[in-house]
């Protein structure tokens, strides 16, 4: 099972919108509305952010965003705040009781 | 309010065994399917395997590097998973982190505990 493919690096000003695709194929993105969405500040635990492709838990502000198309979901985080910057990874369903994490993207906010 | 906390990370060579802890509280972990998922240093997240709730099965699944090498085996009296590594290799060096995998997708997360395969 390959991790799944996003972008090694983002950015944006403080106020703008970044855009995190993440690429996988139909048997894992495409086959399943099971994307979710981790923010990972350096030396802490990854933290859901975005479930069920579009969902956001409690306590995620509304900042975040997710969507899918075809084998490619996207997480977007608008009105960029300073704590904002930090790893994020997707992740999603594989089939057969497996799954399978995104590459990482490093956001930085200028 | 729930807790997830890790134990057991240790230097061990190649070839070594070791077993890592989870201890949970704060919700019902008797439902609860568990995971672990490992993070090399300076790398991305990758999916160690999983155990689903006794009343489900209590049956487990597992990425295919660590598939034959690794156990994950839960004592709901302790409300407490664990990771059994066996024939432990260099690549396995990483922050093993233990979540609730709930409904597919993980949360929350314990802090890790790092293990180290060096000779």
């Known amino acids: 099972q390959s991790a799944l493919t996003q972008p090694p690096s983002a950015s944006g000003s403080p106020g703008q919108s970044v855009t995190i695709s993440c690429t996988g194929t139909s048997r894992d993105v495409g086959g399943y509305n099971y994307v979710s969405w981790y923010q990972q500040h350096p030396g802490k635990a990854p933290k859901l952010v975005i479930f069920?492709?579009?969902k956001r838990p409690s306590g995620a502000p509304d900042r975040f965003s997710g969507s899918k198309s075809g084998n490619t979901a996207s997480l977007t985080v608008s009105g960029l705040q300073a704590e904002d910057e930090a790893d994020y990874y997707c992740?999603?369903?594989?089939?057969?009781?497996?799954?399978?994490f995104g590459t990482g993207t490093k956001v930085t906010v200028l | 309010e729930v807790q997830l906390v890790e134990s057991g990370g240790a230097l061990v060579q190649p070839g070594g065994s070791l077993r890592l802890s989870c201890a949970t509280s704060g919700f019902t972990f008797t439902t609860a399917w568990m995971s672990w998922v490992r993070q090399a240093p300076g790398k991305g997240l990758e999916w160690v395997g999983r155990?689903?709730?006794?009343?489900?099965?209590?049956?487990?699944d597992y990425a295919a590097p660590v598939k034959g090498r690794f156990t994950i085996s839960r004592d709901d009296s302790k409300n407490t998973v664990y990771l059994h590594m066996n024939s432990l290799k260099i690549e396995d060096t990483a922050v093993y982190f233990c979540?609730?995998?709930?409904?597919?997708?993980?949360?929350?997360w314990g802090q890790g505990t790092l293990v180290t395969v060096s000779s």
């Open positions: 155990v689903k709730a006794n009343i489900h099965g209590g049956t487990t």
């Open positions: 069920e492709v579009s």
């Open positions: 992740c999603s369903y594989a089939g057969s009781d497996t799954y399978v």
């Open positions: 979540s609730w995998l709930y409904n597919n997708w993980f949360d929350p």
